[in-house]
């Protein structure tokens, strides 16, 4: 029997995942399709009960829901109960929904491929507090960067990501955007400048240090505000392509056991994306 996947947000029309997820079961022989589909947060139960009943073998969670869902599922793998944040989840033989985190790994396995090599000790600045985020802080710290400092609007969110690992902390966005040069490396994970969202930036990057890196997870538009001003004040700038690619490959891997092409498939988005107006 055909076996069909999914991905549920709001809003869900400009995700790329099923196009991507497509091709790779193509790629690989497998008999399987990936829909997407338009869930709001009063409706996220309902959802997951229907998902379950019509047969899903396995769904992404994106925006809003990556924490809202943990309640709905028998059970979490260790890196989603570590983060407290679920993207993946797999529908197990018995038919319980088991919770998976790859977005913290996803960005890891990107960072460390754009730059050929693990970036080297420093500190490191983490933009915004949500499920992405959190998935993020968890992965790096457990690849050995750090120390870690958390900023975000709601600052209790950004504490209650800092107050789960060691060595880290919360500042303020003024704080943090007048200690930029102490950062050697500085993560976006905020919806700021994606090409649905409001445009602009959730500072200003102009007091970077020396040789610093400087990641957007968006990657639709390619190159956000954010990105463009920090190359401007000579950082070298990593967009979303790599970690979207990275944690799609991942969710992959832990529903069919295979692990992708992703070098392919970070090409091929990055062509798509070139060349549309956003």
């Not at 790329?16 to 338009?38: G, L, Q, R, V």
């Not at 690992?165 to 930029?180: Q, R």
């Not at 968006?218 to 190159?223: D, K, Q, R």
């Not at 954010?226 to 990275?246: C, K, P, S, Y």
Request: hydrophobic share 40%; proline share 4%.
């Amino acid at each position: 029997m055909k076996k069909w996947y999914a991905v549920i947000g709001d809003p869900i029309a400009q995700s790329m995942s099923p196009a991507m997820h497509d091709e790779w079961f193509a790629a690989n022989e497998m008999d399987a399709s990936y829909i997407p589909i338009h869930v709001t947060a009063e409706r996220l139960e309902e959802a997951v009960g229907s998902l379950r009943t019509l047969g899903c073998s396995g769904w992404n969670v994106t925006v809003p829901h990556k924490q809202a869902i943990i309640p709905f599922l028998d059970r979490l793998d260790a890196s989603a109960e570590l983060m407290n944040a679920v993207n993946t989840v797999r529908v197990e033989a018995d038919g319980s929904l088991v919770g998976f985190n790859t977005d913290g790994r996803g960005f890891v396995r990107a960072l460390e491929e754009s730059c050929g090599k693990h970036p080297g000790e420093g500190k490191v600045l983490l933009v915004g507090a949500g499920g992405a985020a959190r998935g993020i802080a968890f992965a790096l710290h457990a690849a050995g960067y750090g120390p870690l400092s958390i900023t975000n609007r709601t600052l209790e969110k950004a504490r209650s990501i800092a107050v789960g690992l060691p060595n880290a902390s919360s500042l303020t966005i003024t704080e943090a955007e007048s200690s930029l040069s102490n950062f050697k490396l500085i993560v976006q994970t905020t919806t700021v400048g994606m090409h649905f969202a409001q445009h602009g930036m959730p500072f200003n990057p102009n007091r970077l240090a020396e040789e610093a890196i400087v990641a957007d997870i968006i990657y639709n538009p390619l190159e956000t505000e954010f990105l463009e001003n920090a190359r401007a004040n000579g950082a070298e700038t990593m967009n979303g392509i790599g970690m979207f690619v990275h944690q799609g490959a991942l969710a992959f891997e832990t529903w069919t056991g295979t692990y992708p092409n992703t070098k392919k498939m970070i090409e091929k988005i990055t062509t798509i994306l070139g060349g549309q107006q956003c």
